[in-house]
């Protein structure tokens, strides 16, 4: 590994919620992250694509604090969110308590802890679910679990490695639209690491093409929302996007 330094700082612009500025990272010999910048704004949607293994997730690990051996400058706004394709709740708690638990060891008292758990439960449509155990929710419903336990604490930038991978299409469609609509009423920015170049196109502002861990292509994705995924202009950008990731439909 080269010599470089990492910086870690809290941004306090309104502007932007979260950036790396020359980001290296290396496992051994193998070079993962190559000179990365990139910033999400204040209320943006970012999403991360491109084959697997180009260092998505590494990016979003890198702006979550959760590596500690890479070179060069990350910033985000408060502490971010994160959300992974398994929801990761513990399974000993109830869904209320895992939403809870956040809060809980930042201080919070429990009895206002509880209150804000609920009430996010109650955002997320999971309000009837507060006291299930995690192991008796559907995929759905824990993803629903996962984002009110990432919200719970109002975020300023919620990190999200394939959230909906794991999802049937018609609740991915249902997830969609309750990640916009929680988006909508919070104005947190969001950086999207997804497989699914649909889903870029469908949900964000801005779709960036990582190819072997460097930053290869930017796509604008400048449509109205709601977006009509049967639209000319979502065709348009998809096209663009599946050119960039160098694919071809037959
Ligand atoms: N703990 C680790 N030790 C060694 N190499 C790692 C480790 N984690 C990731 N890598 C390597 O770093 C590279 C980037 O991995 P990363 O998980 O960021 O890719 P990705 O684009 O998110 O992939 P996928 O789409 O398959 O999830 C890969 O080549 C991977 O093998």
Redesign the pocket.
Known sequence: MPDGKRIMTTLDTTATVGRLRGVDKW?GS?H?LRDIDLAIGAGEIVSLV?R???????ILRVLAGLSDDHSGESSVAGSPAVAFQEPRLFPWRSVRDNVAYGLNIEGVRRRAALAAADRTLDEVGLVDKKDAWPGTLSGGQAQRASLARALVAEPRLLLLDEPFGALDALTRLSMHALLLSLWREHGFGILL?T?DVDEAVALADRVIV?EDGAVADEVEVDLPRPRDRSALGFARARARLLDALGVREH
């Open positions: 496992y193998h993962v491109g697997s293994g180009s260092g998505k997730s590494t690491v497989h990582l």
